[in-house]
């Protein structure tokens, strides 16, 4: 009875000291009042279940490398290039936005890149798979999800050859996201020899919990020259000829061929420190083009890069003049990204949001929802896509930058999720894509204030719901 005792007693010590500890750290780390407020309340209600939760899904923040950007670095006076930048010229047209990104994100503007758009795995895959088999030195590929279906395994069977050749191979893949397919992927890759490492996997000894922080960039690089980056992942699924009209998942990949693949592949190389240890890697070696866009990187996540590419966004659109077009799978924007469109709205910018009508996760579907009508409200035009689901990722400004990769519009990516985006200067592929942008439109069903108005009580009060909890879809 008294070692009974004693256990009660340590228990409810342990419980009175780590619910006030889980409480005081969120208090000291979180950004938002509401969402700080949440965990601490959590903590101190449930002293035992809070504190583990917290540690699970709260704590959001790692360090990863110990290179530190301070804006005194990166701001200077004046509209033109950054001293880091290429000596390419750069045209007023692009200044405002330059400068922003130069202070954001300290990495510089390269010129002299080969950009092509690719749709839908029909016209990715081939291309990535070309590009793995005509490799001459380094294949570098991240992921979140791999699948082990046809089109996966034609990529573990080209990256094993590869490796055969006496390539420099390396594989990284998302912890959680390797379980999106049986057998796993990574198991196959190392079975085959390819050197793969898996992005911070949850487990028990030493404690790895965290289900959020997962590496959601998309990343394949050749020889440093040649890389591809977007939204897609590997797998059949977005092989749209595959599937029946209206099935599958629509896409778009990019194939750059230039000195902003070196910036992508020290992206890779550097995820690939964090998670193996191994710091080593090939020197800079990608060419430009004597004609070509001007790209650079953005990288965003909950280490160092935290909150740059909602900064860099925001910067976009307060410099629009004439026409936003962003097409998203998951649109949950935070609060200063709804005012800056609404701004750019009520500047007389005409603003268009592209989202599915048919959507994989219907609860983030339905948290959009509850605030499209404030959107609408100030002149903000939001466009349903008819099925099938559409997973692109594109942001367009005035017909001149265009920006691509790997995140959505929601606190997963922007606050959560390790993620990849490339800038691109250059008026050919943003008047394209612009292009298609407005044909997606006259293919779309247009949201109105009147639908969101009349939605029925039971539909308002779930999409209420959902969004409260929209922190953390």
């Not at 017909?399 to 691109?424: I, K, M, T």
Request: proline share 8%; glycine share 8%.
């Amino acid at each position: 009875m008294e070692a009974t005792a004693w256990i009660v007693a340590a228990g409810s010590l342990v419980a009175a000291v780590i619910g006030p500890i889980a409480a005081g750290h969120a208090l000291l780390t979180k950004r938002e009042p509401q969402v700080a407020a949440a965990w601490i309340a959590v903590s101190l209600m449930f002293p035992v279940a809070g504190p583990v939760l917290y540690y699970i899904f709260g704590i959001n923040r790692v360090r990863t490398r110990a290179r530190k950007l301070f804006a005194e670095e990166h701001i200077h006076n004046g509209t033109g290039p950054h001293p880091s930048e290429s000596p390419a010229e750069i045209a007023p047209e692009y200044a405002e936005q330059v400068r922003i990104s130069n202070a954001v994100t300290g990495r510089p503007l390269e010129a002299g890149n080969h950009v092509t758009p690719l749709v839908d795995g029909d016209e990715a895959f081939p291309a990535m798979v070309h590009a793995i088999e005509s490799a001459e030195d380094t294949v570098y590929l991240a992921t979140y999800i791999f699948e082990s279906n046809r089109s996966g395994r034609q990529f573990i069977d080209a990256l094993a050859a590869a490796r055969c050749r006496g390539l420099d191979v390396r594989v990284l893949i998302d912890g959680v996201g390797e379980f999106y397919s049986w057998p796993l992927a990574g198991r196959l890759l190392r079975a085959a020899g390819v050197p793969t490492a898996r992005f911070l996997p949850p487990h028990l000894i030493p404690p790895q919990l965290s289900i959020n922080l997962r590496n959601h960039r998309k990343i394949l690089v050749v020889d440093g020259q040649i890389a591809f980056t977007g939204g897609m992942n590997l797998g059949d699924r977005h092989l749209r000829s595959r599937h029946p009209e209206g099935e599958g998942v629509a896409d778009m990949h990019f194939r750059f061929d230039g000195p902003v693949a070196g910036q992508i592949e020290a992206v890779f190389l550097e995820d690939w420190a964090f998670t193996t240890g191994d710091h080593s890697g090939p020197a800079p070696r990608a060419k430009p083009h004597e004609t070509g866009a001007m790209c650079r990187t953005i990288t965003d996540g909950p280490n160092e890069d935290l909150d740059c590419l909602a900064m860099v966004l925001v910067g976009a659109i307060s410099a629009a003049r004439r026409e936003i077009q962003i097409v998203t799978p998951y649109f949950l924007p935070s609060r200063p990204l709804i005012s800056a469109l609404q701004s750019a709205a009520l500047r007389g910018v005409q603003v268009d949001i592209l989202l599915p009508e048919k959507n994989n996760l219907p609860f983030v579907h339905w948290a959009s929802r509850h605030m499209l009508g404030e959107l609408l409200r100030w002149g903000v035009r939001v466009h349903y896509q008819p099925p099938p689901f559409v997973h692109t990722k594109l942001f367009v400004v005035d017909e001149r930058y265009v920006q691509v990769g790997s995140a959505n519009l929601d606190p997963r990516s922007l606050r959560l999720n390790f993620e990849l985006a490339v800038e691109v200067y250059d008026r050919e592929l943003a008047g394209d894509l612009a292009r298609q942008c407005r044909k997606r439109i006259t293919l779309s069903r247009p949201v109105t204030p009147r639908e969101m108005r009349d939605r029925p009580g039971w539909q308002r009060v779930r999409d209420a719901l959902f969004w409260l909890a929209s922190p953390y879809l």
